[in-house]
């Protein structure tokens, strides 16, 4: 029987695999936005935090074994799998042939490039603040295909897509979740 992990144990089991402060504020990023369309759609809040917060468990110490990594320990912890396949997902196509069918999967899927990619807006900005930061502003740099290079901007387009949602959407319902979360991501700035 598996049992069901709370928050704590997410974030211990982050902190155990991941020193990298900048690793740990994507989680916590992408954790906010998880948390943020949970509202949205009245889903389980406290299990589409914890996926979101887990969701690049393995990353930072086994990049070349990204997800399927995560799997193992997940198993190991005695996880429930909906949770390990929820996880596992969000690398469709890129490193798992897991494609993202439930709801919660296709919002990590869509959300996690998302997040970098507003990040790298945000800290480019004169105020340093995610607070005033528009869709629009988003958007722009989303087309220029050398800001935030390492974006994968079809992957967003395509989640976009398989939640039934225009891109603009995606992106204010994102940067709303990092919004509620702007001080402990470091993304106040000066406003």
């Keep these: 029987m598996s049992n ?3 928050r704590e144990e997410a974030m211990t ?4 695999y991941n020193k990298n402060d900048a690793l740990v504020k994507h989680a916590l990023a992408v954790e906010a936005v998880m948390e943020h369309f949970a509202k949205k759609y009245e889903e389980d809040l406290e299990k589409w935090r914890v ?3 887990i969701h690049d468990l393995d990353y930072e110490k086994y990049p070349d074994q990204h997800c399927h990594k995560t799997e193992e320990i997940l198993r190991e912890q005695d996880w429930p799998e909906d949770y390990i396949r929820a996880v596992i997902s969000h690398g469709w196509k890129i490193c798992t042939n897991v ?6 999967e296709k919002v990590l899927y869509t959300i996690d490039e998302l997040t970098g990619l507003i990040v790298a807006t945000v800290l480019m900005r004169p105020n340093k603040s995610i607070m005033d930061l528009t869709p629009k502003s988003v958007k722009k ?3 220029q295909k050398s800001f935030a290079a390492g974006v994968d901007r079809s992957i967003i387009e ?3 897509e398989m939640l039934g949602m225009e891109l603009t959407e995606v992106i204010d319902e994102t940067i709303k979740g990092m919004q509620a979360r702007a001080e402990e991501l470091g993304l106040k700035g000066d406003l």
Excluded at 13 to 16: A, G, R, S
Excluded at 99 to 104: T, V
């Design 4 to 6: 069901i992990p709370t």
């Design 13 to 16: 089991l982050l902190k155990e």
């Design 51 to 53: 996926i979101g917060l």
């Design 99 to 104: 494609e993202p069918k439930e709801r919660m």
């Design 141 to 143: 740099k989303f087309k």
């Design 158 to 160: 395509e989640g976009a």
